[in-house]
């Protein structure tokens, strides 16, 4: 499995992102597809899943009503809008992919980062 995060940049607060992941490597039936953040000095955490076949999704507190994620059957691919951002959504993000909902993430991309100014 092969994951590429792009979209990451620069913007104000208030502003709109949109991330996108492009998987390859293999069908991802059952599969779940999620985005994870890494700011700096913190821990990774969890942003947002959505499960492959019935696009069942899940968000974190902090970017819930901000964020959605989707996934593209066709194009294989995961996106995170992100709307309202703020300046403590600045991190590197992360998307993966784990087998299935109640399995490890065991595949990530690379990253792409994000940074909010005030």
């Known amino acids: 499995v092969q994951l590429q995060a792009s979209g990451g940049g620069l913007v104000q607060a208030g502003d709109s992102l949109r991330l996108s992941c492009a998987a390859s490597g293999r069908t991802f039936t059952n599969y779940a597809m999620g985005w994870f953040r890494q700011a700096p000095g913190k821990e990774r955490e969890f942003v947002a899943h959505?499960?492959?076949?019935?696009?069942?999704?899940s968000y974190a507190d902090s970017v819930k009503g901000r964020f959605t994620i989707s996934r593209d059957k066709a194009k294989n691919t995961v996106d995170l809008q992100m709307n309202s951002q703020k300046p403590e959504d600045t991190a590197v993000y992360y998307c993966a992919a784990a087998r299935s909902l109640s399995s490890r993430y065991l595949f990530w991309g690379q990253g792409t980062e994000v940074t909010v100014s005030s």
């Open positions: 959505i499960t492959w076949n019935l696009g069942s999704t």
